[in-house]
């Protein structure tokens, strides 16, 4: 059976950094891409970033120069680096694999991935 599974969370205080691991136990990486979601209490679930089958990252503006998100296709897994963090990253972090057709292209909206993770808590707070 598939598994996305999360990890990394943690709090940390405004300024700090924080690196979340996504483990995929399916298909190698270069046939999927993976997204990396967030959604705050009260808030609509929000992609932050992803990278495509051919590992192109795409980062939403909120993070762009903070957080870069790669991959290790040895290890099937996908690392988002969060630098600079900010109260308004705190959030659940979500990890999800998309069998893509698309090899440049990965997409922001939750609604095109097939599997998901369970969650990571990241607060950051003073």
């Known amino acids: 059976q598939l598994q996305v599974v999360e990890s990394g969370g943690g709090l940390v205080q405004p300024g700090g950094s924080l690196r979340l691991s996504c483990a995929t136990s399916g298909r190698p990486l270069d046939y999927v891409a993976i997204g990396w979601f967030r959604q705050a209490p009260g808030k609509e679930r929000e992609g932050v970033s992803c990278?495509?089958?051919?590992?192109?990252?795409t980062h939403v503006d909120s993070v762009k120069g903070r957080f870069t998100i790669s991959r290790d296709n040895s290890k099937n897994t996908v690392y988002l680096q969060m630098n600079s963090l900010k109260p308004e990253d705190t959030a659940v972090y979500y990890c999800?694999?998309?069998?893509?057709?698309?090899?440049?292209?990965?997409?922001?909206?939750?609604?095109?991935?097939?599997?998901w993770g369970q969650g990571t808590q990241v607060t950051v707070s003073s």
């Open positions: 990278i495509s089958r051919s590992g192109r990252p």
């Open positions: 999800a694999e998309d069998v893509a057709l698309s090899t440049s292209y990965c997409s922001s909206r939750g609604t095109e991935y097939d599997y």
